[in-house]
């Protein structure tokens, strides 16, 4: 099991942060961080329900670690196990994650896949994400994987679609000229692109595609990689 404490600064102050694996006395808070990250219109039926959050605490607890600050539940990230082969690289969230109950997890899967990643709106200045993210990378090392993906959306696209195709906007992002809130986070946290994934997921403002990317594990690298 996964248990990590560590200290960030926050308006002139040092407050405590804790990352663990969650739990079932969790779900509550789960759901409702769920509820106020992605508030209506956003539909309801796409936040966390209990069946999900059990399957992940029961199939792979590794993979499911939430963080605390001060004692206060603050945000969650989700991952499962999958068999990637980097020679077809291509699927949707919903076929990657089983519409995110993960009854797909792979025991023997080479890759640490993301499902989900969440945090407080009022934690959010906390750098919580890149935190969580980096827990991840050390689940990767424990377990001895090739890598962790996902699917980054790229929610600033929409409007530069008229001008730029989705590999140039990624492109734009990468060198800096465009920065855009989930791929320039992904680039932060340490994460390199693979490959454009189109029809990953519905979503209007990436006018339904995703980045692909990807954290080696850097104990892991072999020609084949």
Not at 205 to 214: F, I, R, T, V
Request: hydrophobic fraction near 35%; charged fraction near 25%; charge should be negative.
């Amino acid at each position: 099991m996964y248990k990590k404490e560590q200290y960030l600064f926050k308006h002139d102050k040092n407050v405590k942060a804790v990352v663990r694996n969650y739990g079932f006395e969790d779900f509550k808070e789960l759901i409702q961080i769920q509820k106020e990250s992605f508030p209506p219109p956003f539909p309801s039926d796409l936040w966390w329900n209990e069946e999900q959050l059990m399957n992940h605490i029961t199939l792979f607890p590794d993979g499911s670690l939430c963080v605390e600050i001060d004692g206060v539940l603050a945000g969650s990230i989700t991952s499962l196990l999958v068999n990637f082969n980097p020679a077809h690289p291509l699927h949707t969230w919903e076929e990657v994650t089983d519409n995110g109950y993960i009854r797909n997890h792979e025991k023997s899967g080479n890759t640490l896949y993301v499902v989900d990643i969440c945090v407080r709106p009022v934690f959010r200045k906390l750098d919580l994400g890149k935190l969580l993210m980096q827990s991840l990378y050390e689940v990767v090392v424990q377990l001895k994987l090739q890598r962790l993906l996902g699917g980054g959306r790229m929610p600033g696209y929409h409007r530069f679609a008229a001008e730029l195709t989705p590999d140039e906007y990624v492109e734009e992002v990468i060198k800096g000229g465009i920065q855009d809130p989930v791929l320039s986070f992904l680039l932060r946290c340490g994460r390199t692109p693979v490959v454009l994934a189109p029809h990953y997921l519905e979503d209007e403002e990436s006018h339904h595609n995703a980045m692909l990317m990807e954290w080696k594990n850097p104990f892991k690298l072999t020609n084949k990689d």
